[in-house]
């Protein structure tokens, strides 16, 4: 293969393709949120859920994303953050699940919409996610995502 670090790379498999977001699982949901925020200077996107299971998609910038979850604080878990799952961008989630389950590889989660409730800033806003999940050669969970509000 012929690379050089400054040349530009358009994926022919995965469709208009970049990271999408990292996701935590945080056992201070609050805490978290405001350091991405105030002290990364992230912008909050997309959130949903109720006290105990909230989630937030916070934007890094140029439409690059951390994701966190609050985590269920039971006895044993740790402290620290855990990253859950990676996620890709594309604009053919489909034909990636097929050529994923064509290599030997699991799909966890088929390609579907999922509507989320949007509740940043007090504003309540209906957003679609089209997305699938499966597990990379390492047991690493890789999300894709088509999302055109995110």
């Not at 040349?7 to 991405?36: C, E, Q, W």
């Not at 990636?96 to 290599?103: G, I, L, S």
């Amino acid at each position: 293969m012929d690379y050089h670090p400054t040349m530009s790379h358009t994926n022919p498999i995965l469709k208009n393709a970049g990271i999408h977001h990292i996701a935590l699982s945080t056992s201070d949901f609050d805490r978290s949120v405001a350091f991405y925020a105030d002290v990364l200077g992230c912008k909050p996107k997309l959130m949903w859920g109720e006290v105990g299971q909230r989630g937030v998609m916070l934007d890094v910038g140029d439409g690059n994303y951390v994701e966190v979850f609050e985590r269920n604080n039971a006895a044993g878990q740790p402290a620290e953050a855990r990253v859950l799952h990676f996620c890709l961008r594309c604009s053919n989630v489909e034909e990636v699940v097929e050529r994923v389950r064509d290599a030997g590889f699991a799909v966890t989660v088929e390609p579907k919409d999922v509507p989320i409730t949007n509740a940043v800033e007090g504003e309540v806003v209906a957003v679609t996610l089209h997305l699938a999940f499966f597990t990379g050669p390492d047991g690493e969970i890789i999300e894709l995502i088509d999302c055109k509000d995110l």
